[in-house]
Every structure is written in C-alpha cells, then in structure tokens.
C-alpha cells in the first residue's frame, strides 16, 4: 500500500511560480512511476507532467511544455513539479499518483493522493 500526500498548492498570480511536493510511503517508491494530474471545475481529470521509474524519462502535456518541470527524489520518496509563467488556465486541483507500470495514464494509476488545489488569479 502507497499512500501519497500532496502539498504546496496556493494563490499566486499570473506569470508566478509554485513548486508542487508529493511525499509517499510505503515501500519501493523507485518502482513506481509518477504522474502529476489535474482537474479543472467542470473538466476532466487529465495528465500534466509523468516520469518513469525505469529511466526517470520525463512527459509533459504540450500545455505545460517548457514551463513545468516533474522531477524525483527517490531517497526522500517524493515527486515535485515546479511551475512557472503560470497562467489562468492552470487553475486546477492538481494530484500525484504512482503507478507500476512504464507508462503513465489516467487509468493506469495503482494509488492517487487527495490533491492540492492551485489557483491562478489575474
């Protein structure tokens, strides 16, 4: 069992940055592969930025390309985004989740955590 603990959410404005923690525990966190994701009100939930356990090979969605960056800590079980020139349409709930597998989606997820909430304001 994994369980998985967001933080660092929060106000901040346009064109701001925010860094993104999420801590698991358990065991074996190197094994897993990591997703960021969010949801936006009325959207669906959907993949921001992945990394694989394998290679530490790195996805991101073409809408955070070049301003958002996963990245992983594996002696300190934990997965970070960095976020930066954030825009109003990054607004979301933003969940961490692992996964066993090399690939990175949605449904292919083993455990998500509760989500932290970022708000991007004008």
């Known amino acids: 069992q994994v369980q998985l603990v967001e933080s660092g959410g929060g106000l901040v404005q346009a064109g701001g940055s925010l860094s993104l923690s999420c801590v698991a525990s358990?065991?074996?966190?190197?094994?897993?592969?990591m997703g960021w994701f969010r949801q936006a009100p009325g959207k669906e939930r959907e993949l921001v930025a992945a990394?694989?356990?394998?290679?530490?090979?790195?996805y991101y969605a073409d809408s955070v390309k070049g301003r958002f960056t996963i990245s992983r800590d594996n002696a300190k079980n934990t997965v970070y985004l960095q976020m930066n020139s954030l825009k109003l349409e990054d607004t979301a709930v933003y969940y961490c989740?692992?996964?066993?597998?090399?690939?990175?989606?949605?449904?292919?997820?083993?455990?998500w955590g509760k989500g932290t909430l970022v708000t991007v304001s004008s």
């Open positions: 989740a692992a996964g066993t597998g090399t690939v990175v989606y949605r449904g292919g997820m083993d455990y």
């Open positions: 358990g065991r074996s966190f190197s094994r897993y592969s």
């Open positions: 990394i694989r356990w394998t290679d530490s090979t790195t």
